[in-house]
Protein backbone atom coordinates (compact mmCIF):
# COMPACT_ATOMS: atom_id res chain seq x y z
CA UNK A 1 0.00 0.00 0.00
CA UNK A 2 0.87 3.31 -0.47
CA UNK A 3 2.87 4.76 2.41
CA UNK A 4 4.55 8.32 3.10
CA UNK A 5 6.34 9.53 6.36
CA UNK A 6 7.42 12.47 6.84
CA UNK A 7 10.12 13.50 9.34
CA UNK A 8 13.08 16.46 10.56
CA UNK A 9 9.94 18.40 12.14
CA UNK A 10 11.05 20.12 15.54
CA UNK A 11 11.32 23.61 17.60
CA UNK A 12 13.84 26.35 15.78
CA UNK A 13 14.51 29.67 16.56
CA UNK A 14 13.69 32.59 13.73
CA UNK A 15 16.01 32.61 11.46
CA UNK A 16 17.34 28.95 12.64
CA UNK A 17 17.26 26.12 9.40
CA UNK A 18 14.97 22.89 9.23
CA UNK A 19 15.36 20.29 6.61
CA UNK A 20 12.17 17.60 6.14
CA UNK A 21 12.55 14.06 4.56
CA UNK A 22 9.32 12.11 2.88
CA UNK A 23 10.17 8.76 2.37
CA UNK A 24 7.03 7.13 -0.19
CA UNK A 25 6.59 3.78 -0.99
CA UNK A 26 4.32 1.80 -2.15
CA UNK A 27 4.58 3.10 -5.64
CA UNK A 28 7.41 4.08 -8.94
CA UNK A 29 8.31 7.50 -6.65
CA UNK A 30 10.40 8.40 -9.62
CA UNK A 31 7.39 8.88 -12.23
CA UNK A 32 5.43 10.85 -9.97
CA UNK A 33 5.77 14.73 -9.02
CA UNK A 34 5.59 15.25 -5.09
CA UNK A 35 4.38 17.86 -3.15
CA UNK A 36 4.50 20.00 0.02
CA UNK A 37 1.95 21.45 1.91
CA UNK A 38 1.44 22.52 5.25
CA UNK A 39 -1.38 23.62 7.64
CA UNK A 40 -1.42 26.40 10.92
CA UNK A 41 -3.55 26.10 13.34
CA UNK A 42 -7.40 27.36 12.11
CA UNK A 43 -5.81 27.59 8.53
CA UNK A 44 -6.33 25.81 5.14
CA UNK A 45 -3.91 23.38 4.67
CA UNK A 46 -1.97 25.06 1.56
CA UNK A 47 0.34 24.44 -1.39
CA UNK A 48 4.35 24.97 -0.32
CA UNK A 49 6.54 23.60 -3.26
CA UNK A 50 6.46 20.66 -5.63
CA UNK A 51 8.54 19.29 -7.63
CA UNK A 52 8.45 16.71 -11.17
CA UNK A 53 9.06 13.20 -10.86
CA UNK A 54 12.76 13.82 -12.62
CA UNK A 55 13.47 17.08 -10.18
CA UNK A 56 14.16 19.60 -13.25
CA UNK A 57 10.91 21.76 -12.11
CA UNK A 58 10.25 22.77 -9.16
CA UNK A 59 7.80 25.86 -8.04
CA UNK A 60 7.10 27.10 -4.70
CA UNK A 61 4.61 29.47 -2.96
CA UNK A 62 5.39 33.07 -2.72
CA UNK A 63 5.52 33.31 1.05
CA UNK A 64 8.47 30.85 0.97
CA UNK A 65 10.55 31.34 -2.63
CA UNK A 66 14.14 32.27 -1.77
CA UNK A 67 13.94 30.58 1.92
CA UNK A 68 12.55 26.25 0.72
CA UNK A 69 14.35 24.46 -1.36
CA UNK A 70 12.65 21.02 -2.18
CA UNK A 71 14.72 18.41 -3.92
CA UNK A 72 14.36 14.60 -4.09
CA UNK A 73 16.31 11.44 -4.45
CA UNK A 74 14.79 9.02 -6.70
CA UNK A 75 17.45 6.25 -5.72
CA UNK A 76 16.55 6.89 -1.84
CA UNK A 77 12.30 6.98 -2.26
CA UNK A 78 12.55 10.60 -0.51
CA UNK A 79 11.31 14.20 -1.11
CA UNK A 80 13.04 16.60 0.77
CA UNK A 81 12.41 19.97 1.79
CA UNK A 82 15.39 22.26 2.94
CA UNK A 83 13.80 25.44 4.95
CA UNK A 84 15.96 28.36 5.51
CA UNK A 85 15.59 31.48 7.22
CA UNK A 86 12.16 30.32 9.37
CA UNK A 87 9.90 32.78 10.59
CA UNK A 88 7.04 32.42 13.08
CA UNK A 89 4.09 32.44 10.33
CA UNK A 90 5.74 28.93 9.13
CA UNK A 91 4.87 27.20 12.09
CA UNK A 92 2.68 24.12 10.87
CA UNK A 93 2.09 21.07 10.40
CA UNK A 94 4.19 19.61 6.66
CA UNK A 95 2.66 17.52 4.45
CA UNK A 96 4.04 15.52 1.78
CA UNK A 97 1.09 14.41 -0.89
CA UNK A 98 1.57 12.69 -4.10
CA UNK A 99 -1.53 11.73 -6.28
CA UNK A 100 -1.66 8.77 -8.28
CA UNK A 101 -4.71 8.66 -11.00
CA UNK A 102 -7.35 10.41 -9.30
CA UNK A 103 -6.61 10.19 -5.62
CA UNK A 104 -4.58 12.11 -3.18
CA UNK A 105 -2.05 10.43 -0.86
CA UNK A 106 -1.22 12.45 2.30
CA UNK A 107 1.60 11.30 5.02
CA UNK A 108 0.86 12.04 8.49
CA UNK A 109 2.82 15.29 8.66
CA UNK A 110 5.30 16.71 11.05
CA UNK A 111 5.29 19.53 13.22
CA UNK A 112 7.58 22.32 12.80
CA UNK A 113 7.83 25.35 15.01
CA UNK A 114 9.23 28.91 14.95
CA UNK A 115 9.87 30.00 18.52
CA UNK A 116 12.00 32.24 20.50
Known amino acids: QVQLVESGGGLVQPGGSLRLSCVASGFTFSRYRMNWYRQAPGKERELVAE????????NYADSVKGRFTISRDNAKNTVYLQMNSLKAEDTAVYFC?????????WGQGTQVTVSS
Open 51 to 58: ITSDGAIT
Open 97 to 105: KVLLGFKDY
